[in-house]
């Protein structure tokens, strides 16, 4: 089952991605990755890094070479440090829509059509992640029961190599 590792953090100003991006793109393993700045704190980015397994991000991370390359050309654009999570996403596909709206919520929940994933947050097994998929900005952000935590990220920057 692929796992999302979702990352955000403070971004500097006109920081380039494209070199970080580019490593993950080479990584076995790595089946996409998307983000953007999230709508309401345009400071902070948010990264959708997707694994085919749990084992393949934890392979990366062990690189000696490749996971440390990561940090060096991550080095001045984070102003803050990472809050890093991991979720099992079912089913896959609204993470390639070009907008996501990231809820996370205290009821479990189920996705229910071709637009919503979700699946339980591996750090907080009480919270369950649920993304929607939409087309554009103007499409209404829902509001689901049990909600502790929402935003909204327009992708800017997207990488797939085939399908997860």
Not at 84 to 90: K, M, P, S, T, W
Request: hydrophobic share 40%; glycine share 8%.
């Amino acid at each position: 089952m692929p796992t999302t590792e979702i990352v955000s953090f403070v971004l500097a100003e006109g920081a380039d991605m494209n070199p970080a991006f580019a490593i993950l793109a080479r990584q076995p393993g790595c089946i996409g990755h998307s983000g953007g700045r999230i709508l309401d704190d345009p400071k902070t980015f948010c990264w959708f890094i997707h694994w085919r397994t749990l084992e393949d991000h934890e392979r990366f991370m062990a690189n000696a070479i490749e996971y440390p390359a990561l940090h060096s050309a991550l080095e001045g654009k984070m102003i803050s440090p990472p809050k890093i999570l991991h979720v099992d996403l079912e089913p896959f596909g609204a993470m390639r829509a070009p907008v996501l709206d990231v809820h996370f919520v205290k009821e479990d929940y189920t996705s229910r059509d071709a637009n919503s994933s979700s699946g339980r947050l591996v750090e907080d097994g009480s919270l369950t992640v649920v993304v929607v998929g939409a087309e554009d900005l103007t499409t209404p952000m829902s509001n689901l029961d049990g909600e502790v935590q929402r935003y909204r990220v327009p992708i800017t920057g997207q990488w797939w190599p085939g399908n997860p």
